[in-house]
């Protein structure tokens, strides 16, 4: 079983930064996919920012020049560094995987956390 651990939200004023950390644990065989999404209260869950399995990163328009996805492929972690947050970056973050095994895929999501910015 694949399990993901979110860890480093919390609160911050507008202006400020947060790092988010995300460890993959269990069987995982190939990755599609890694990255984190969010969900603000009333909203669908949207991306935030993923490596794909071509090593390129997809942004959202809101957060480019902001945000930036870094890895540990060793560890099998992916970090969030979000800076210069706005009120608007409140949500639920959570980490995502999509793996692969033979002809399947799997997805596989942390248990969120929540990040909140006063302004």
């Known amino acids: 079983q694949v399990q993901l651990v979110e860890s480093g939200g919390g609160l911050v004023q507008a202006g400020g930064s947060l790092r988010l950390s995300c460890a993959a644990s269990?069987?995982?065989?190939?990755?599609?996919?890694m990255g984190w999404y969010r969900q603000a209260p009333g909203k669908q869950r949207e991306l935030v920012a993923a490596?794909?399995?071509?090593?390129?990163?997809n942004y959202a328009d809101s957060v480019k020049g902001r945000f930036t996805i870094s890895r540990d492929d060793a560890k099998i972690s992916v970090y969030l560094q979000m800076n210069n947050m706005k009120a608007e970056d409140t949500a639920v973050y959570y980490c995502?995987?999509?793996?692969?095994?033979?002809?399947?895929?799997?997805?596989?999501w942390g248990q969120g956390t929540q990040v909140t910015v006063s302004s």
């Open positions: 269990g069987s995982i065989f190939s990755i599609n996919a």
């Open positions: 490596f794909t399995s071509d090593d390129s990163t």
């Open positions: 995502y995987l999509l793996a692969s095994l033979e002809a399947y895929e799997y997805e596989y």
